[in-house]
């Protein structure tokens, strides 16, 4: 049977890591393309037949939510003040 894997929204990160209002423009900008990638590789998982790919891209999912994660703490320390986000 298939692991559930939902995506996820960046406000979820938000209300998971109790992120200040003064704080989300920041921690926004670090992981909206972060979150995108990490949402898409739910869907191509999904859509995914072959078990052997599927738990290919389940650990692919399951590194970038450590990514993300790291991120945010790194944001929210203040260890990432360059910040720049391609619109």
Do not use: C, H, W
């Amino acid at each position: 049977m298939d692991k559930e894997i939902k995506q996820k929204s960046v406000e979820s990160y938000f209300s998971e890591f109790n992120i200040l209002e003064d704080q989300k423009e920041k921690v926004l900008m670090a992981i909206t393309d972060m979150v995108y990638s990490f949402n898409q590789r739910i869907i191509e998982y999904q859509k995914e037949i072959d078990p052997e790919n599927k738990t290919k891209i389940l650990k692919i999912i399951e590194e970038k939510e450590v990514l993300i994660r790291e991120k945010i703490e790194k944001v929210l320390k203040g260890e990432e003040e360059n910040i720049t986000y391609d619109y």
